[in-house]
């Protein structure tokens, strides 16, 4: 026996039947936490990336729709590989969208997100209230991003560009060399689990 410390909790990951009727139940809701929740679940972004997008960090004009993952006085990022840009399809592009007609302030979702600070242990705490009964095994919000880690290695997608798509630490000193990969690289990966069997309003 090498001790009695508690395991650490795993996070698992939440089955591709139930993002479906998630992302189906937001469209059916259709306000500003399921928009959350609908970018989360195709983006693979964490929790505070996408509480705290302010409006300038949205490019839906753009031959690619995407957001850009940047440092704010509001909300740091986790590590320096965090800073990409994200292209936006399915739940995700709806989401955005739909937020931005929403709301005519600086912010994505002012829900949880000010000039001085953005909320997202506040969100979590709502989105997992919300979330955890729709799915099997009281999956939460943070699933989501090991789901989209899981969905684009289904799809055989390198994992390099998964680190760069999800903001994960790459292991390597050669992945510190270039610019990473195009937004249009990125897109032709993160569209091939776009779940096309759902249909926005």
Known sequence: NYGNGAAAVKR??????????????????????????????????????????????????????????????????????????????????????????????????????????????YASNALNKWMRPKVTSGGVIHGLRHSFRDRLRGKECPSDVIDQLGGWQTVGVGQNYGFGYSLAVKYKWILKISLQSFRTP
Request: glycine letters at 4%; hydrophobic letters at 40%.
């Open 12 to 121: 698992m990951p939440i089955p591709i039947d139930d993002i479906r009727k998630v992302q189906q139940l937001c469209y059916q809701k259709d306000d500003d936490m399921r928009w959350l929740i609908a970018l989360l679940s195709d983006t693979g972004m964490r929790l505070a990336e996408a509480a705290g997008l302010a409006k300038e960090d949205v490019f839906l004009d753009s031959e690619i729709p995407y957001v850009r993952l940047c440092e704010r006085p509001w909300r740091p990022l986790k590590t320096r590989s965090s800073e990409r840009d994200v292209p936006l399809v399915g739940a995700a592009l709806w989401a955005v969208r739909r937020a931005c007609e929403a709301h005519s302030g600086a912010f994505l979702f002012p829900r949880y997100c000010s000039e001085s600070r953005c909320k997202s242990d």
